[in-house]
């Protein structure tokens, strides 16, 4: 039996867990009950629509731990985070430690996890946007040099990797195969002085594509709002970068207006954009339609149904790349450069330059069966033969 900790905390990391979970419950059935399964919530996130919502839809189970961490200051909300990870890891004494992505849940997780000498898989590794003033660059750094095992979404992860000196790299950085882990002849070397460096795609794209289906046929958003058969935009906007200094928030929404010129937008605000903008100069045009953040399967409708995305998110940015959704990201870089240079994202400080989307380039981030690669990279590393 191999004891598996996820910690998860924010919207993104809930979405991420679920084909994570589905795959360990694919190998359980087809080999007789051999991953346990332990799922930790540190309460980052609270509001139904930021985390209930999503393990309503997808399904997933309630979690052994609830931590209630609450919001707070970074060094606060990290720091009951850590603590309260660190008990819950001395008490189950797992195999693995499983962090996802880049938030305050994934730093504190993979320090508490790393101070008591358990090995941590990130998921998401590498990922840089080579700007230390996001808190997101500082959480993603610190934990990939804390990590044992380092689950790429694409070859520029691995590239960023090997040159901070991850050099213990699988495949050359291309993307394993399915069955490559359980090949004769690939010995799996993963220690926390020797992490081990494997690119397997991006688990969004699994949850993509299991969800569009089930979307189409669940979803009424587009009937409730009224928007169904009209060119409409959507919005998201929660970056700290874009919302805690007002001047920044307001430009990013004059670029809003100029961009939408009168068509309607459809902007599910994150809690965070919701306390700010009251506080600015930027009042909301007529077109602009403020509703509460949306389940993931409404989500899904609302973006392959709009002609243009604008985000700062950078779940989004893919998921607009995915279904070929011209996307505009409200931020002056971004750590999924494959979407700009596929020319279906732009910056929008680069927005004069038309969209110049390239038909049948090679999908960046994996073919949808990630979570299966990452099961199987835990499995032969805490096994070792
Ligand atoms: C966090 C992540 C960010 C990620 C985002 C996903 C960090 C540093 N940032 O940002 O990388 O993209 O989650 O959505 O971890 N709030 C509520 N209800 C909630 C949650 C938050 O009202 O359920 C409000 C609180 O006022 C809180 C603020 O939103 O202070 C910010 O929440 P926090 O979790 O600190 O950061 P996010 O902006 O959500
Ligand atoms: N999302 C959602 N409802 C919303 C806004 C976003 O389900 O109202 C989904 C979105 O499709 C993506 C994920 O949440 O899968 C991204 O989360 P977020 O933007 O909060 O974080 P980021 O990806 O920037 O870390």
Redesign the pocket.
Known sequence: MIKVVSIV????QFIKYFPVSKAIKKENDAQGVLIKDILVHTG????Y???KVFFDQFGIKEPEYHLEAG??T?GG?TGRILQKVEDVLISENPDMVLVY??????LGGAIAASKLKLPVAHIEAGLRSFNKFM??EI?RILTDHVSTLLLCPSKTAVKHLLHEGMNNVLNDGRLIPDDYLFQTGHTINAGMNNPLVINVGDVMYDVLLHSLRIAERTSQILEQLDIKGQDFYLLTL???EN?DNPHKFEEIMNFVNEISSGRTVIFPA???T??VYKNTQWKPGDNIRIIDPVGYFDLLMLLRNASLAMTD??GMQKESYWLKIPCITLRDETEWVETVESGWNVLYKDYHKPHAPSDGEENYYGDGTSAGKIIHAIIRSVRKQ
């Open positions: 905390g924010a919207r993104p980052q996130h609270y509001d629509t930021m985390s919001s707070g970074h909300q992505g880049d938030t305050n849940s994934t808190p997101e959480n929660h970056r700290a919302t994150h809690p965070r919701k306390k998110s950078g």
